[in-house]
């Protein structure tokens, strides 16, 4: 005959199984998922409806989180069958989270997660302490939460948040800088007067303002396959900062050969 008191080690079971090191997604644990987008959030309490594997507030329902949640009824179901309960005697399973201050317990969550059968009765663990592993990173990000994305689609998320013309901006910039520091040094330097010297100074900026032109070239060209509106004022930045560097360093090197 079934007993409903084995059915108490349920909801203690399904939180220890939802925080397991087994679970782990790209970037972290489903603790280190959870609190990461609790910071984001800014959210001292948040649950966790396991029959339907949804999350409140709705912003949490992200996929790391969700597909691990989704397993949680299987263990729920296992346990009814091998006590001899139907698969349906569960009609309410929760998990509630709570945050603490993050000053104090920054890697820390309580749970206490509960089970409600159809007639009514409340199944409940003590408070059950989780927490995260991992470095904080961010669990809204879709590089972190789609890790096996194609290049193609990566590059249009990279594209969406200007990553290339913010890299494309330092780089040059870098190079320019790159390019006059080691200039003056050269002017400085009154032993440097021979053209292999002069390679060394001069060539590694303008073999990357080199690379910069073609950089720049092949992302207007994904740009406009992809049908990617971009400002061709990007651009016009873009070759100012590589074509002078460029002319001016072949002007140099002619100048140390001639």
């Known amino acids: ?32 998922w959870l609190l990461n987008a609790a910071r984001k959030l800014s959210l001292r309490k948040a649950s966790l409806n396991v029959l339907d594997a949804t999350f409140q507030p709705e912003e949490l329902n992200i996929r790391p989180l969700v597909f691990h949640a989704k397993t949680l009824k299987d263990i729920i179901d296992k346990e009814l069958s091998a006590n001899g309960f139907p698969t349906d005697f569960i009609a309410e399973a929760h998990i509630d989270f709570q945050f603490p201050d993050q000053a104090l317990y920054g890697r820390t969550i309580y749970c206490l997660p509960y089970l409600i059968d159809k007639d009514g009765r409340r199944y409940q663990s003590a408070r059950i302490i989780a927490g995260g592993f991992e470095p904080n990173f961010d669990p809204f990000d879709k590089l972190n939460i789609y890790p096996t994305l194609k290049i193609a689609e990566r590059l249009k998320i990279w594209s969406e948040r200007k990553f290339f013309y913010r890299t494309f901006f330092w780089v040059s910039l870098f190079s320019l800088l790159s390019f006059f520091i080691r200039f003056g040094y050269w002017l400085s330097s009154v032993d440097i007067d021979n053209g292999g010297m002069g390679l060394i100074i001069f060539v590694p900026p303008i073999i990357m303002s080199v690379l910069l032109l073609i950089m720049s070239l092949l ?17 016009v930045v873009m070759f100012l900062l590589s074509i002078p560097v460029l002319l001016f360093g072949i002007f140099c090197l002619w100048i140390l050969w001639r």
């Open 219 to 235: 992302a207007l060209f994904y740009y406009m396959k992809k049908g990617i509106k971009v400002s061709g004022g990007v651009f």
């Open 1 to 32: 005959m079934p007993r409903r008191r084995n059915l108490n080690g349920i909801p203690h079971n399904i939180t220890q199984s939802f925080f397991g090191t087994e679970r782990y997604y790209s970037r972290g644990y489903m603790g280190d």
